[in-house]
């Protein structure tokens, strides 16, 4: 694999929140992937609500990162919540920005609509 095909994004609308669910790295390679999909229809759509979960992620880097931060940015102009789902932190960045929850069901009882 290479590149775009190293992540895989499984996108879903529901209660008025984005779930962005994450399959494979989040690296300077795929980020792209990460910002054409996600971040533009965030910016395109106006969406405010937004959980990532990145149970599936096994790489992540200081360019995934970056780019996350950016969607968290956007959403947080928009008056949004970003959510990263996660039931532990496996990785060496500091997610307290973005509200770490153990699952989605946790995302739908904190976010108010």
Do not use: H, W
């Amino acid at each position: 694999m290479i590149g775009d095909d190293m992540l895989e994004i499984d996108m879903a609308s529901k209660y008025g929140i984005l779930f962005v669910r994450l399959f494979g790295e989040l690296t300077k390679r795929t980020r792209k992937k990460l910002n054409d999909e996600v971040g533009q229809l965030i910016i395109n759509v106006g969406i405010k609500n937004i959980v990532f979960n990145l149970e599936n992620v096994n790489k992540m880097d200081d360019f995934g990162f970056k780019t996350l931060s950016k969607c968290y940015n956007i959403c947080d102009k928009n008056n949004g919540n970003t959510m990263i789902c996660l039931s532990n932190n496996k990785f060496k960045y500091d997610l307290k920005p973005f509200n770490v929850i153990s699952d989605e069901l946790t995302a739908v009882n904190l976010i108010s609509i």
